[in-house]
């Protein structure tokens, strides 16, 4: 069994896949305690797995829909079972975690988004994905040099602090922009 928060269907707002269609599985409970987290994670559905599939696939089986492991924390809970499952309409599984638990070996696309104050035990991701805040812009070096990845986003915290986050870039451009565009867009 799983704990569910929700399952929607929405466009993937930051980050690499910015613009994705994406079914969205986000997970209640997490480890840490982040003020910008816009979850609810202290409630949720205790689902199956196979009922965790027939929601996701309710909106689309279309191979190109990504379906994204979010949360609260999601490597609390996700495991390959539930992922290969996932994956055999050949969907593409990401998940977006903070990096401070391994993760099952089957998922496609792995964003690790560190937090200070964590431990992150992840050394290899798709793309880390960093919300610009007081307490991170001085980890910014470490999480680059500890964390390989074929991609480096620095995010706006809650879209405050953008004028920040662009200078910030264009000092150091081996970072790139991520905006939270599903909150411009106001959408889910």
């Known amino acids: 069994m799983y704990r569910i928060n929700e399952i929607f269907f929405s ?15 986000r997970f209640a409970g997490c480890n840490l305690r982040c003020p910008f987290c816009d979850t609810d994670f202290a409630h949720g559905e205790q689902m199956t797995a196979e009922q965790i599939a027939q929601r996701v696939f309710a909106y689309s089986t279309h191979p190109d829909i990504l379906i994204v492991l979010t949360g609260g ?96 870039i264009l000092k150091h451009p081996e970072w790139r922009l991520s905006l939270q565009t599903h909150k411009y867009l106001h959408i889910q």
């Open 73 to 168: 924390e999601p490597s609390l809970q996700a495991d390959d079972a539930l992922i290969r499952l996932l994956q055999s309409h050949h969907q593409t599984v990401a998940i977006e975690t903070n990096g401070t638990h391994p993760l099952p070996a089957s998922i496609n696309w792995v964003t690790v988004s560190p937090k200070a104050g964590s431990t992150v035990v992840l050394t290899h991701a798709d793309e880390v994905k960093v919300v610009l805040t007081p307490d991170t812009q001085n980890l910014l070096d470490t999480w680059r040099q500890t964390i390989q990845a074929q991609h480096y986003y620095l995010q706006p915290c809650s879209c405050a602090n953008t004028d920040e986050v662009v200078a910030y």
């Open 11 to 25: 466009l993937q707002g930051e980050g690499f896949n910015t613009g994705r269609a994406a079914v969205f599985v």
